[in-house]
């Protein structure tokens, strides 16, 4: 039985209703949930080539896409089912067939608190100015936190927020500020030129989907420098390998001077990964959260100092609010939010984790 309009948007309906986050469908097989982090075969009949390409039809909204279907490789886009979610979708090919990622975002913005964050985050989102990253691996919710900071701002601050996301994931209302959402492709070329003209648009705030080269990176910093607070999302895995990332993205006799631009104006990183809650019902972020201060300062500037950064992290758990990822999730733990399985599978240090179980975290608030 061919796959229909109708079916398409109750499969998507039935995902949203049950926190699905992707939604995979491939030719020749059965559609597929990411639920809680796990694939699971939904019980349907396998898809066609003409059901996908149905889909494609669905979901494209520019004409000209549409009719290279056949020699489509591969595309970015976005919609929304109204009163439902909206809709991140790639379409690409494999072995010479066709394929759909589905990525569900709520139409609901998340607060700090609906994402279970810790209360830091929310003072991060209040910075002045500086160079606020977000970071963890594909699916690690890095769009969730950044909109749930961007909302705790609108609802608190009149400032313009300017964001450049590849393609619009949650759309923004304005309450308190005034928000303008820019779309890569559809109201701009791409990234770098909407950077360069982003500074000309008085924004307060600006949102990088992503620091994707050497040049995002430069005008970023650029735009902290100037006095303003910018955000955006690297994919590595904690604040050593971030600082890491952007540095080795330019050439090696520009390196001494963006170590210290990035020094002198990060703010904070915020890294994540998505952790099984025991209710069964969902996923917690486990976060290591760096604000930087003299010591992390030093410890970017100078290269053999770098690994320090860690003890830094630690150490501000009591003061400014940073913590370590094995801090979090003895916390996460002893809260019973998540098990004694998912914390040790997902300890950074799982020697560390074995120690703040035994011995107690000595950076605990009193």
């Given at each position: 039985m061919a796959l229909t309009r109708d079916t398409f948007i109750n499969i998507i309906k039935s995902a949203a209703a049950s926190n699905v986050s992707d939604i995979h469908l491939r030719t020749?097989?059965?559609?597929?949930?990411?639920?809680?982090?796990?694939?699971i075969q939904v019980k349907a009949e396998p898809l066609t080539n003409e059901d996908l390409i149905m889909v494609c039809q669905l979901m494209i909204k520019d004409p000209e896409v549409q009719e290279k279907l056949s020699s489509l490789k591969e595309y970015d886009g976005s919609f929304s089912l109204p009163k439902v979610c909206r809709v991140r979708y790639n379409i690409l090919r494999y072995q010479g067939k066709l394929g759909i990622i589905l990525?569900?975002?709520?139409?609901?913005?998340?607060?700090?608190?609906?994402?279970?964050?810790?209360?830091?985050?929310?003072?991060i989102a209040s910075a002045n100015a500086g160079l606020i990253l977000v970071t963890g691996a594909t699916g690690s919710g890095k769009s969730s936190t950044l909109a749930a900071m961007i909302n705790y701002i609108n609802k608190n601050s009149a400032v313009h927020?300017?964001?450049?996301?590849?393609?619009?994931?949650?759309?923004?209302?304005?309450?308190?500020?005034?928000?303008?959402?820019?779309e890569i492709g559809q109201d701009t070329n791409d990234f770098n030129s909407?950077?360069?003209?982003?500074?000309?648009?008085?924004?307060?705030?600006?949102?990088?989907?992503?620091?994707?080269?050497?040049?995002?990176?430069?005008?970023?910093?650029?735009?902290?420098?100037?006095?303003?607070?910018?955000?955006?999302?690297?994919?590595t895995t904690d604040a050593l390998s971030t600082i890491g990332r952007l540095i080795s993205m330019f050439p090696p006799e520009e390196q001494n001077v963006v170590r210290t631009r990035i020094a002198d104006n990060i703010y904070a990183t915020i890294s994540q990964r998505l952790l099984k809650t025991t209710d069964g019902k969902g996923r917690v972020a486990a976060q290591e959260i760096m604000i930087n201060n003299p010591g992390i300062r030093d410890?970017?500037?100078?290269?053999?100092?770098?690994?320090?950064?860690?003890?830094?992290?630690?150490?501000?758990?009591?003061?400014?609010?940073?913590?370590?990822?094995?801090?979090?999730?003895?916390r996460l733990y002893k809260d019973g939010v998540i098990t004694m399985e998912e914390a040790r599978g997902n300890a950074t240090r799982p020697e560390d984790f074995e120690r703040n179980l035994m011995f107690g975290d000595t950076d605990e608030d009193e």
């Open positions: 020749d097989e059965k559609p597929y949930f990411r639920l809680r982090g796990d694939l990525r569900i975002i709520s139409d609901k913005i998340p607060t700090t608190e609906d994402l279970k964050l810790p209360p830091v985050i929310n003072k927020i300017l964001t450049l996301e590849d393609p619009v994931e949650y759309v923004h209302n304005p309450i308190k500020a005034r928000i303008t959402q820019r909407a950077l360069r003209s982003a500074l000309r648009q008085d924004p307060d705030i600006i949102l990088i989907g992503e620091m994707r080269d050497a040049e995002t990176i430069s005008i970023a910093l650029k735009a902290a420098e100037t006095g303003h607070l910018v955000f955006g999302t690297v994919h410890s970017i500037l100078d290269p053999l100092k770098t690994k320090e950064m860690y003890t830094y992290i630690e150490k501000g758990k009591n003061g400014s609010g940073a913590q370590s990822f094995d801090q979090h999730i003895t």
